[in-house]
């Protein structure tokens, strides 16, 4: 299986601030297609996750253009350019390129 | 697009559970679903999913054996059933339908169904 590590584990982020989370894969992501299969999910306090990028950096539908996903074959960041209340919550990054599909552990998000 | 899941459930230890997850808004056979769980206070766990298209599954390898995935595309409705239900399988579960652009990407989840084991 392929085994996906998220750091930090908690992030404290003022608000306004930038924020950039880490996930390593075991091995990597990069399809012959030159797509890396690679989403960002976020679970809000209460809530199911939501789908916020897939295929490493694209943004999902609704999804605020300040936040951003980058990274190929087995290192990936998402990235969010200034932290919002309403942003709290746990990150999670998951790989799609094969099953069983797994997830990181999460990062928990908390203002400051 | 709605994923809309059955109500929470109470089951004993070595019992079934069969979970619901009604799909509206779309064409039932374009996407996958997909069924992702979460016991208290942890993370997401991968369980498997179904092409709603042919039916065809694939199943998390420490569920096989326990799990069924099936559909019925006349009432655009997956189901999950887990079988021999333990103490640790107490945890939400999630429907999620894939992504147009990515089958394995769930853009669209439901709003969960906790299931307690306990006796």
């Known amino acids: 299986d392929i085994v996906m590590t998220q750091s930090p584990v908690s992030l404290p982020v003022t608000p306004g601030e930038p924020a950039s989370i880490s996930c390593r894969s075991s091995?990597?992501?990069?399809?012959?297609?030159?797509?890396?299969?690679l989403d960002w999910y976020v679970q809000k306090p209460g809530q199911s996750p939501q789908l916020l990028i897939y295929l490493g950096s694209n943004r999902a539908s609704g999804v605020p253009d300040r936040f951003s996903g980058s990274g190929s074959g087995t290192d990936f960041s998402l990235k969010i350019s200034r932290v919002e209340a309403e942003d709290v919550g746990v990150y999670y990054c998951m790989q799609a390129l094969e099953t069983p599909q797994t997830f990181g552990q999460g990062t928990r998000l908390e203002i400051k | 697009v709605q994923m809309v899941q059955s109500g929470a459930e109470v089951k004993e230890p070595g019992a079934s559970v069969k979970v619901s997850c009604q799909a509206s808004g779309y064409t039932f056979t374009h996407f996958v679903i997909g069924w992702v769980r979460q016991a208290p206070g942890q993370g997401l766990e991968w369980m498997g999913y179904?092409?709603?298209?042919?039916?065809?599954?694939d199943y998390a390898q420490n569920l096989r054996g326990r799990i069924t995935m099936s559909r019925d595309t006349s009432k655009n409705t997956a189901y999950m059933e887990l079988r021999n239900l333990k103490s640790d399988d107490t945890a939400m579960y999630y429907c999620?339908?894939?992504?147009?652009?990515?089958?394995?990407?769930?853009?669209?989840w439901g709003q969960g169904t906790l299931v307690t084991v306990s006796s």
């Open positions: 091995q990597s992501l990069l399809y012959s297609n030159g797509y890396n299969y």
């Open positions: 999620a339908r894939g992504h147009e652009d990515g089958d394995y990407s769930y853009a669209y």
């Open positions: 179904i092409s709603t298209y042919n039916g065809n599954t």
